[in-house]
């Protein structure tokens, strides 16, 4: 099991720039697959971007290019640096972790949730 805090949400203009943090506890962060989703009022949960213990990455297609992954092993975070927002990424942000990158990706039975974080794009 892993703690997940996420932090960096809020509100910005259509253009901007904001960049999401998620600090993990536990001794195995490196082992685990790591990654972002989002859910926006009335709409499914969708994986936006993720991260494998070896550093592989997807995206969503409609973050390529405009939203970047990364972790830092070292001090247990995962990152979302998300620029060129548009306001239709107007959504509550999930981190997640699980040992096993397939059901983080597909999004099933994903074992660790982040508490949310809230970010809102103006037009």
């Known amino acids: 099991q892993v703690q997940l805090v996420e932090s960096g949400g809020g509100l910005v203009q259509a253009g901007g720039s904001l960049r999401l943090s998620c600090a993990a506890s536990?001794?195995?962060?490196?082992?685990?697959?790591m990654g972002w989703f989002r859910q926006a009022p009335g709409k499914e949960r969708l994986l936006v971007a993720a991260?494998?213990?070896?550093?592989?990455?997807s995206y969503a297609d409609s973050v390529k290019g405009r939203f970047t992954i990364s972790r830092d092993n070292a001090k247990k975070t995962v990152y979302l640096q998300m620029n060129s927002l548009k306001p239709e990424d107007t959504a509550v942000y999930y981190c997640?972790?699980?040992?096993?990158?397939?059901?983080?990706?597909?999004?099933?039975?994903?074992?660790?949730w982040g508490q949310g974080t809230q970010v809102t794009v103006s037009s």
């Open positions: 997640a972790a699980d040992f096993n990158y397939r059901i983080l990706v597909a999004d099933k039975g994903i074992r660790n």
């Open positions: 536990g001794r195995t962060f490196s082992t685990y697959a």
């Open positions: 991260i494998s213990s070896g550093g592989s990455t």
